[in-house]
């Protein structure tokens, strides 16, 4: 693989920008290999490499590159009108799709990432409930907020009881007095997140978890957790947040028309700006409330930015998302399945060791045979080596032309049934290499 030119900017980059990158999470090492454009599922780098893009950045492509409507949306947006504080008819539009589609939806407030989703969430709960603190999973990720951060990767020596783990920085200098507003459960253990939840309720303002999978797909909440969560969160009056950032590429109806488990919040984000920033935040009338004008003219909530619902985003998110119609998600999954089904039939051939996790158009081969459930069960999957294999194994994928999430897949719709057994080959011929 060629890297020449890569390597030259890389180069330039160093004197300009800590560590000489902006996105912490590169596939390869010492430097990233720098994009030159992409079309459908292939991406093509600034030395002439093509890659088949199963990353997807972080989930947000789902129909991959320069998809013909998206680009047309963009285009004539563009040279109409790029951002103003004037609201647009595309955010009726992208609102009203997500109200029928998403069960928890009854109004929508749109930002710009997912984090700010999430912070803005904290927010309305805060302010609906009148208390303050917020209860996480331990090990779960919600973009770069501090808040949320607590608790996403503590070290085995902080972790504590696990029947009550610990609020644990995730970046040194974050305050004690905001770690204190955290209250971490344990994913998957129905008992001690219950008692964690009645003992403290009168200050839990909400509970906020991605439903689907945490920590690149490796673990993944069970539904009986989900539905204690429900019974509890209700009963308790604690407000239900499901971050479906990620997870709403799982069907028409978000991962939790999937579960038939509905919060009382949704955070979205990534596929529905149609690979332009976006965020957005829906839940019931009840609890979207708080950013409606009072009999004063003025919201609980006052949440606006500069680039909060610009159209340039709107346009693109609306147009991807009406290309992802029922059966567009059906065909992403059985192109998903074939890609599980031979991961599972390289997995036997080569006798390794591990599970082929996954569902929808998401899928990794999980190559460990500790059983995760949590993240102290994944903390000891990676003490064992597991990341550095999945390391190793991701630059000989690269070697083969097929970038992964850490030797994970996320899938877009142009993929086809030649591109997956593209994949597949790659994957025999990436464990050949690590093997060798
Ligand atoms: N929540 C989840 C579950 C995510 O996976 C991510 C991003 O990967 C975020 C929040 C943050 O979204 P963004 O990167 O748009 O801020």
Known sequence: MKIDNSSALFERAKAVLPSGYTRQ???TKPHPLYVSHGEGCWITDVDG???IDWVNNFSAQIHGHAKAEIV???TEQASSVQSTTMPSEWEVKLAELLVERIPSVDKVRFMNSGTEANIIAVK???????KSKIAKMEG???GQYDL???SYQPMPDAWGNIGEPNSVAYHPGTPQS???????LPLNNIDAARAILRSRASEIAAVILDPWRLQVGMVEPQQDFLEMLREETEKLGIILIFDEVWCLRFGYHGYQGATGITPDMTTMGKIIGGGQPIGALGGKDEFMSVFALGEDGVPLIKHSGTFTANPMSLAAGYTAMELMTRDAFDALDSTNDRLREGLEAIRVDCELPGVVQGSGSVSALIMTNIPITDYRTLAFAAASGLLEKLGV???????QGVMTLRGGFVGSTPMTNDDIDFTLNGYRKAIEAVDK
């Not at 309305?124 to 009148?130: F, L, P, Q």
């Not at 905001?178 to 971490?184: G, K, N, R, T, Y």
């Not at 194994?393 to 070697?399: D, G, H, I, P």
């Open 25 to 27: 999470m590169v596939v």
């Open 49 to 51: 490499n093509r890659l």
């Open 72 to 74: 047309e949306a963009i």
């Open 124 to 130: 309305a709960a805060r302010a609906y409930t009148g």
């Open 140 to 142: 779960g990720y919600h």
């Open 148 to 150: 949320l951060e607590a």
């Open 178 to 184: 905001l770690l204190d507003e955290v209250v971490c």
């Open 393 to 399: 194994f991701e630059k000989a994928l690269l070697q």
